[in-house]
């Protein structure tokens, strides 16, 4: 486990708070880019890697440093939780988890091979863990802010085992799909 300084751990709360865009009542929607506070536009070029199906994935670079960030946010509604969860019990990949390390694999190849944090909350958070071993050659840090440890604790022993005793020929199509 790679541990975060201070700096690193805050610049991650503060883009996985980003990406939710809360109403008056709390709820939380995904975030447009214009809905993102002026402080974090200032700091960080953002895109929307993916808004399809329900998942949001975005991409941060830190203007100052030239850090790499992929954040997913977490479960919008419960379907979410059914149409994502039942991965962690088969040792399946995700959809998210897919998403997350396909927008880390296209992040560093546009920044010249740099390496990627990977984060998220809640679903986002468990997802980003499980892309990370999607994208091993991009992904140096994975980071699950208030998600559920299945990933850790139980899926990514199970998947690991499914992934390394694959061919890299059925690799590359699995983590493709």
Avoid: C
């Amino acid at each position: 486990m790679v541990e975060l300084n201070f700096r690193e751990q805050s610049k991650i709360a503060e883009l996985t708070e980003a990406v939710y865009n809360r109403d008056a009542d709390g709820n939380a929607g995904p975030a447009s880019l214009s809905s993102l506070s002026q402080g974090i536009r200032n700091d960080y070029i953002i895109e929307i890697a993916d808004n399809t199906g329900g998942d949001v994935v975005y991409t941060f670079v830190d203007r100052e440093t030239g850090q790499l960030y992929v954040i997913a946010r977490g479960t919008d509604s419960s379907q979410d939780v059914f149409d994502e969860y039942p991965y962690l019990l088969t040792g399946n990949v995700s959809n998210l988890a897919i998403k997350i390390a396909a927008a880390a694999e296209a992040l560093s190849a546009e920044y010249g091979g740099a390496k990627v944090t990977v984060a998220g909350h809640s679903l986002g958070g468990s997802e980003s863990v499980a892309a990370s071993l999607l994208a091993l050659d991009v992904i140096d840090k994975a980071v699950n802010v208030q998600g559920p440890q299945l990933i850790e604790k139980w899926y990514i022993p199970l998947y690991a085992r499914r992934w390394w005793s694959m061919t890299p020929s059925s690799r590359q199509r699995r983590s493709r799909k």
